[in-house]
């Protein structure tokens, strides 16, 4: 470590984290820098101003982009103590309404202990005749910020914090910070999504925190719960459930007695809510539900929309004489009924014609209204784009259209800022969770029309709760459910093969070596059949086809496939650049996944595009995402993963020509109804599964990953009783 003593002469960059880039002119330093010479300063800042002197600890960092940089660990302001600092001080932008006059005027009655003689006694700023009341009570309040600013963060890191999470707690909590941490520290990961139970835990033990402080324990406690939704999908939690996830969040076994007592603090404090004898949920849970419940039913009970019948009959008609289209009945009643009702739910398996409906109903939308008037949306990227494509009307992902801040992890369109539109169009619904509908009706307004397209049979969402099914299981809601198969072509059998998987039992003559595949291999061959199979495809567009695989690791998971799909399709070449991150290799020419949303940046969790250029002096990665040109460095190297094979969940919202899927018995829990229908599902040309029969036949029978543990249905008929 190393310290630099400067002053700060410009702020290149500042993030809403407070992550900034500077100028700083040396004044002193134990580097072998000349004095008086500017350089580049980063870090984690608060209330750091410019024209001012401040010591920072840290060293020397090379940035793969932009060079040279002095990375800070820590720093602090440098009091004035001289005439020259102390004017520039008080005429800084920190004291508004203090000129160059004012600012000698202190010195002079005040000389160089000005600061420190204000600090002890700010009545001696009476001496000072041409200062107004206001001007005396900016300085003192201004000069009692920046020292509780900088005392706290020095507070934090000094009892474990890094830098830049002490200037995020206390941009958070400012003067009250020490309060909250002396009054119960764990307070703060929960309060702030960046700061961890375990981080927290960590630094509470380590200053003497015991093991069964009842702080330490309910925070244990919703941790627990928080991890147990995560994991399961649950939208509450068992007893049982809670008290086993406790002892291995806090690595310690609890008492009964305390955990019960515990329990009913928290209950007590509106932290949890009980279900029944043995459940409970989290607040959030608790709150999230009950605004679907309320905000969706007011809907529901709301008059419907007055329009002519003949009218609509009359739009469909011509929509369907334009497009050469015939809808049946349910498909026109759907259509009808996105006009009449408040809020409709269209649910159907593949081939059902929901995309076919979705074209007519925006099409007539903006025959009507508004395009402003219209949002249509989806859970992820790929989805948002595919229906972009399949309407030929500007389509995006909820954290889009919320505007969602990655770094603040906050929607900007919310019950605060509500967006004007008029009606909601939300496909793949069946993706939706519990918190992610909650944040859109919040950011709706009462009166917002709401429509849901999906499958019910299709994978749950990610997130916690299964907001479709309960919708429709509810019985409470219009709901057209969209029996009739229109099979994609005449000899196609993979949409019948999905009908197969819902029914438990396979007919194996659909396998008919065209549209659907079936390719026997052992679990130790599976790799030699997928060298073959592949080198029929080596030419085909990565848009078009994909391998999918249950699960990341074994010998046959996604991370293994992965390298060796690298190896056929994007061999080692001379005329290719290459890069190593975390015993990955990456290579110009391969496919690659987004695993994380990048709003900025228009890419989202599940997008595919190829690695066109790698930079290896800069260590810079250039992915074309449908033309849309990103640039990764170290800072977010893992926002991607090859994507030559990838996760059947990571596939949702996506469709391709030709789908290959492993089935093996080595996949064990992941072998499921839901994940293996999902599957089939994303082929629309040509299915090729490869494995073992006994497997599949397993896996369409096991339907115990299906169930997720949820109040909403419970409280939707609660709410109608």
Same mark, same amino acid.
């Given at each position: 470590?190393?310290?630099?003593?400067?002053?700060?002469?410009?702020?290149?960059?500042?993030?809403?984290?407070?992550?900034?880039?500077?100028?700083?002119?040396?004044?002193?330093?134990?580097?072998?820098?000349?004095?008086?010479?500017?350089?580049?300063?980063?870090?984690?800042?608060?209330?750091?101003?410019?024209?001012?002197?401040? #010591?920072?600890?840290?060293?020397?960092?090379?940035?793969?982009?932009?060079?040279?940089?002095?990375?800070?660990? #820590?720093?602090?302001?440098?009091?004035?103590?001289?005439?020259?600092?102390?004017?520039?001080?008080?005429?800084?932008?920190?004291?508004?309404?203090?000129?160059?006059?004012?600012?000698?005027?202190?010195?002079?009655?005040?000389?160089?202990?000005?600061?420190?003689?204000?600090?002890?006694?700010?009545?001696?700023?009476?001496?000072?005749?041409?200062?107004?009341?206001?001007?005396?009570?900016?300085?003192?309040?201004?000069?009692?910020?920046?020292?509780?600013?900088?005392?706290?963060?020095?507070?934090?890191?000094d009892i474990g914090f890094s830098v830049k999470d002490a200037t995020y707690i206390y941009k958070k909590y400012k003067e009250k910070t020490i309060e909250v941490v002396n009054n119960?520290?764990?307070?703060?990961?929960?309060?702030?999504?960046?700061?961890?139970?375990?981080?927290?835990?960590?630094?509470?033990?380590?200053?003497?925190?015991?093991?069964?402080?009842?702080?330490?324990?309910?925070?244990?406690?919703?941790?627990?719960?928080?991890?147990?939704?995560?994991?399961?999908?649950?939208?509450?939690?068992?007893?049982?459930?809670?008290? #086993?996830?406790?002892?291995?969040?806090?690595?310690?076994?609890?008492?009964?007695?305390?955990?019960?007592?515990?329990?009913?603090?928290?209950?007590?404090?509106?932290?949890?809510?009980?279900?029944?004898?043995?459940?409970?949920?989290?607040?959030?849970?608790?709150?999230?539900?009950?605004?679907?419940?309320?905000?969706?039913?007011?809907?529901?009970?709301?008059?419907?929309?007055?329009?002519?019948?003949?009218?609509?009959?009359?739009?469909?008609?011509?929509?369907?004489?334009?497009?050469?289209?015939?809808?049946?009945?349910?498909?026109?009643?759907?259509?009808?009924?996105?006009?009449?009702?408040?809020?409709?739910?269209?649910?159907?398996?593949?081939?059902?014609?929901?995309?076919?409906?979705?074209?007519?109903?925006?099409?007539?939308?903006?025959?009507?209204?508004?395009?402003?008037?219209?949002?249509?949306?989806?859970?992820?990227?790929?989805?948002?784009?595919?229906?972009?494509?399949?309407?030929?009307?500007?389509?995006?992902?909820?954290?889009?259209?919320?505007?969602?801040?990655?770094?603040?992890?906050?929607?900007?369109?919310?019950?605060?800022?509500?967006?004007?539109?008029?009606?909601?169009?939300?496909?793949?619904?069946?993706?939706?969770?519990?918190?992610?509908?909650?944040?859109?009706?919040?950011?709706?307004?009462?009166?917002?029309?709401?429509?849901?397209?999906?499958?019910?049979?299709?994978?749950?969402?990610?997130?916690?709760?299964?907001?479709?099914?309960?919708?429709?299981?509810?019985?409470?809601?219009?709901?057209?459910?969209?029996?009739?198969?229109?099979?994609?072509?005449?000899?196609?059998?993979?949409?019948?093969?999905?009908?197969?998987?819902?029914?438990?039992?396979?007919?194996?003559?659909?396998?008919?070596?065209?549209?659907?595949?079936?390719?026997?291999?052992?679990?130790?061959?599976?790799?030699?059949?997928?060298?073959?199979?592949?080198?029929?495809?080596?030419?085909?567009?990565?848009?078009?086809?994909?391998?999918?695989?249950?699960?990341?690791?074994?010998?046959?998971?996604?991370?293994?496939?992965?390298?060796?799909?690298?190896?056929?399709?994007?061999?080692?070449?001379?005329?290719?650049?290459?890069?190593?991150?975390?015993?990955?290799?990456?290579?110009?020419?391969?496919?690659?996944?987004?695993?994380?949303?990048?709003?900025?940046?228009?890419?989202?969790?599940?997008?595919?595009?190829?690695?066109?250029?790698?930079?290896?002096?800069?260590?810079?990665?250039?992915?074309?995402?449908?033309?849309?040109?990103?640039?990764?460095?170290?800072?977010?190297?893992?926002?991607?993963?090859?994507?030559?094979?990838?996760?059947?969940?990571?596939?949702?919202?996506?469709?391709?020509?030709?789908?290959?899927?492993?089935?093996?018995?080595?996949?064990?829990?992941?072998?499921?109804?839901?994940?293996?229908?999902?599957?089939?599902?994303?082929?629309?040309?040509?299915?090729?599964?490869?494995?073992?029969?006994?497997?599949?036949?397993?896996?369409i029978c096991n339907d115990k990953n299906d169930f997720r543990k949820t109040n909403l249905k419970d409280k939707i008929l609660e709410r109608y009783r």
């Open positions: 470590m190393s310290r630099i003593v400067g002053r700060v002469t410009r702020k290149i960059f500042e993030s809403d984290n407070n992550y900034m880039v500077l100028l700083v002119k040396i004044k002193e330093t134990d580097l072998d820098i000349d004095v008086n010479k500017t350089i580049t300063v980063t870090g984690y800042f608060y209330d750091l101003e410019l024209d001012l002197d401040y #010591s920072f600890v840290g060293s020397m960092k090379t940035h793969n982009k932009y060079g040279v940089q002095y990375q800070v660990d #820590s720093y602090q302001k440098i009091i004035p103590e001289d005439k020259n600092s102390i004017v520039t001080f008080f005429t800084s932008d920190l004291f508004k309404g203090i000129g160059e006059g004012k600012a000698l005027k202190i010195y002079e009655e005040l000389g160089d202990n000005a600061i420190n003689l204000i600090k002890e006694d700010p009545n001696c700023l009476l001496k000072i005749k041409n200062l107004t009341e206001k001007n005396r009570n900016t300085i003192i309040n201004k000069l009692k910020e920046l020292d509780s600013s900088s005392d706290t963060i020095i507070s934090l890191t119960n520290i764990y307070d703060i990961c929960f309060d702030l999504e960046k700061i961890s139970f375990n981080m927290v835990d960590k630094i509470a033990r380590k200053n003497k925190i015991e093991l069964t402080d009842e702080r330490r324990v309910q925070a244990g406690i919703l941790y627990s719960m928080d991890l147990l939704a995560i994991e399961k999908g649950d939208t509450y939690s068992s007893y049982d459930e809670i008290y #086993s996830m406790l002892k291995i969040v806090i690595n310690y076994q609890v008492e009964y007695s305390l955990f019960d007592d515990m329990l009913e603090q928290l209950l007590m404090d509106l932290k949890i809510f009980k279900i029944d004898d043995e459940n409970y949920q989290l607040d959030k849970y608790h709150k999230a539900e009950n605004t679907i419940v309320k905000r969706l039913t007011y809907l529901n009970n709301k008059e419907d929309l007055i329009f002519k019948a003949n009218y609509l009959e009359k739009k469909v008609n011509e929509f369907e004489k334009h497009h050469h289209i015939n809808y049946d009945d349910k498909q026109r009643l759907a259509i009808i009924n996105s006009f009449l009702k408040n809020i409709l739910i269209i649910t159907g398996g593949p081939g059902t014609g929901k995309t076919t409906i979705l074209k007519a109903i925006v099409n007539l939308f903006k025959d009507k209204f508004n395009d402003l008037d219209i949002a249509l949306l989806a859970p992820t990227g790929r989805a948002s784009k595919r229906i972009m494509e399949a309407t030929n009307f500007k389509a995006s992902t909820i954290h889009r259209f919320l505007k969602w801040n990655k770094d603040t992890n906050k929607f900007q369109v919310n019950e605060y800022n509500k967006s004007d539109v008029k009606f909601v169009i939300i496909d793949e619904a069946s993706m939706l969770d519990t918190l992610l509908l909650e944040s859109l009706l919040n950011g709706l307004k009462y009166d917002t029309k709401i429509i849901f397209i999906g499958d019910v049979n299709q994978l749950p969402s990610v997130g916690a709760g299964e907001v479709l099914k309960d919708l429709i299981e509810s019985d409470m809601f219009p709901v057209i459910k969209l029996e009739r198969l229109y099979r994609q072509e005449d000899d196609s059998n993979i949409i019948s093969l999905a009908y197969n998987v819902l029914d438990m039992e396979i007919d194996y003559n659909l396998f008919n070596n065209k549209d659907l595949i079936f390719y026997k291999s052992k679990s130790e061959d599976l790799k030699k059949h997928l060298t073959t199979i592949v080198k029929d495809y080596l030419n085909e567009s990565y848009h078009d086809f994909q391998i999918m695989a249950p699960l990341y690791k074994t010998l046959n998971g996604i991370d293994n496939l992965n390298t060796l799909m690298q190896s056929i399709f994007n061999p080692k070449s001379s005329s290719k650049n290459e890069i190593v991150i975390h015993d990955t290799i990456y290579r110009e020419g391969d496919k690659v996944l987004q695993l994380l949303n990048m709003p900025d940046d228009n890419i989202y969790n599940g997008d595919i595009g190829i690695i066109v250029e790698i930079d290896s002096i800069k260590k810079e990665i250039t992915v074309d995402y449908d033309s849309n040109y990103v640039t990764f460095n170290s800072s977010n190297f893992n926002s991607f993963s090859l994507g030559y094979v990838i996760s059947i969940h990571k596939s949702q919202g996506s469709e391709f020509n030709t789908v290959l899927i492993p089935v093996l018995k080595e996949y064990g829990r992941m072998l499921y109804q839901k994940l293996i229908y999902t599957g089939v599902t994303r082929s629309k040309k040509r299915l090729i599964l490869v494995g073992e029969k006994d497997a599949l036949d397993y896996a």
